[in-house]
């Protein structure tokens, strides 16, 4: 069924537009022809000659799934012969399209178990396997909660005929599917297997086992050994691989007991102290935790990797600073007073694209979360939206006093700081959503919160976190330093900012309630830039003492100093995969190991 069934009439709904689909069935948006503000999501499926008693029974009991991270079926039908049904409507896509490639921070993990274990859970004690757990079946609900779809969905393929049925008799995606499941016995220990394989993938950007056809890749997961996690994230700890690689056991009573005990492990090991691992300290911190000094210092070990210099960057003519890495880690865009924005390779500092199209100094750069286009802020009043492999610019915002760029999660809106004011554009259109202006100075960064809610804006001794949606409310004020904040960044999690300042400090609050959890007294200079590890565990400082320190967001242990820099180091980030950091200073760009 390829044809556009947009505006035809299924139940008590009308199709607006096609929102997806497959071989196996296309989802529209569904507007209710009585109720103008009830939409659902009309799943049409591609089957024929359907057994109405057993589409009925298989359809009940996938209904009957009550759960809140459970995409709801509200109700089913057969028309005219094609069968449908009636689905929440989860405004904000998938996890396949929120993450396309990308690497993600263990703690971002193990908060996606939270919500997608306990579903699976629930269905299996009601006696129901999903068969089809990956990425594309995990939606995003419209509060940013996560709801597993397509439940039952294999088995109601078996009502009736679909020109898919060599795959659609087993069920499955083949990429992320059980042994077991090849051999057309699925069992609950299957979905368990599909979340390892999405675990796995969330952790090295691709899924164990990629080549070959359907054949090929049953014999990989049936008889092959998945590949080492360590080899190729070489800082996860023991703990949470050997999690990972028990749900991932080829035969059923290897794994755990339960897709929940699974869940539970992968937290448990996250939690546990990681491995010894070698870390070099040049000098000693001094630490205030909640508001008591403490002197800590670390020990140098021997054979420790942390620091070394991988690539460095210096064909910008001008200082550099701004630097940031694309989400999926192969490419760094660099912003410089030589009026260009330059797009190279991570790996060999190769140029991709240099962006010529502003006419002042460009102190600010940011990737969309898809990686396919750049907003970069200059000098000349204007931030600029561009695409990442072409330079061909979509968007021209007028802006006086550009300080900082960053995107939305989802990409649809762009938030930068200009003037005193920090503001909210819509990324399509270039129409202006909001306008804040409760600072008293100039505002010199913004960081939006994980879940897109709550912004966090940085200015003359304080920081303000406030509302996007509801007319920019102000929820509190952070009063913790002396000096301008120069640098604010909300952790992976979203339940603390670490921001730094001209007082010299960085500090760490809780994004709750502004109560100061730290205070980190390490650099001898102005603190430009404070950047969370992807798994929210250390954070990265850069200063105008000319150093990088790496240090536990927790406790403010000083784990590192990168001292390779001549000149103030005015940017720093972190990598998609926690293994590298980037650092900008004068002309230079350094990537080096990170912990």
Known sequence: MNRDLSEQRFGNYR????????????????????????????????????????????????????HPHIVRVYDFDIQQGTPFLVLDYAPNGSLASKHKGQQLSLDTIVQY????????????????????????????????????????????????????????????????????????????????????????TWLCGR????????????????????????????????????????????????????????????????????????????????????????????????????????????????????????????????????????????????????????????PTVAWSPDGRRLASGSDDETVQVWDASTGLRFTNYRAVGVSTVMWSPDGYRLVFGSGRTAQVWDANTGQRILIYTRHSGHVTSV??????????????RTAQVWDTNNFGQLFFTYTGHSDRVSSVAWSPDGRRLASGSDDETAQVWDASTGQRILIYTGHTGHVTSVVWSPDGRWLASSSYDKTVQVWDASTGNLIYVYQGHTEPVLSVAWSPDGMRIASAAGREVHIWQAI
């Not at 439940?151 to 898919?164: D, E, H, M, Q």
């Not at 755990?256 to 090991?269: C, G, I, K, T, Y």
């Open 447 to 460: 960081a939006l919160s994980p879940d897109g809610r709550r912004l966090a804006s940085g200015s003359r």
């Open 15 to 66: 199709l607006v537009r096609r929102l997806g689909g497959g071989g196996f069935a296309d989802v529209y948006l569904g507007q209710h022809v009585r109720i103008t503000t009830q939409q659902a999501a009309i799943k049409i499926l591609h089957l024929t000659d359907v057994d109405e008693s057993q589409f009925q029974q298989e359809a009940e009991r996938t209904a009957s799934l009550r």
């Open 207 to 362: 899924p164990p086992f990629i080549e070959g056809d359907f054949i090929q890749l049953g014999f990989q997961h049936t008889a092959e050994p998945v590949p080492l996690l360590h080899e190729q994230v070489p800082i996860i700890s023991p703990q949470v691989e050997q999690v990972v690689m028990r749900a991932l056991a080829k035969s059923v009573p290897d794994r755990f007991p339960s897709v929940q005990a699974f869940a539970d492990a992968l937290e448990a090991a996250y939690g546990q102290p990681a491995s010894p691992v070698n870390r070099v300290a040049s000098i000693p911190a001094t630490v205030f935790v909640a508001n008591m000094p403490v002197v800590k210092s670390v020990i140098p070990s021997k054979g420790s990797a942390i620091g070394t210099m991988l690539l460095k960057y210096t064909k910008h003519s001008g200082n550099v600073p701004t630097v940031a890495w694309s989400p999926d880690g192969r490419r760094l865009a660099s912003g410089s007073d030589d009026e260009t924005v330059q797009v190279w390779d991570a790996s060999t500092g190769q140029h991709l694209c240099i962006y010529r199209g502003h006419s002042g100094n460009v």
């Open 113 to 200: 178990l939270k919500q997608i274990a306990p579903a699976l859970q629930y269905a299996h004690d009601n006696n129901l396997i999903h068969r089809d757990i990956k990425p594309d079946n995990i939606l995003v609900g419209s509060q940013g909660e996560l709801l597993v779809s397509d439940f039952g969905i294999a088995v109601i393929a078996k009502t009736g005929r679909t020109s898919i049925q060599s795959t659609y008799n087993i069920g499955g995606t083949p990429y992320y599917m059980a042994p077991e499941m090849f051999r057309g016995k699925p069992e609950k220990a299957s979905d368990q297997y599909s979340l390892g394989i999405m675990v796995y």
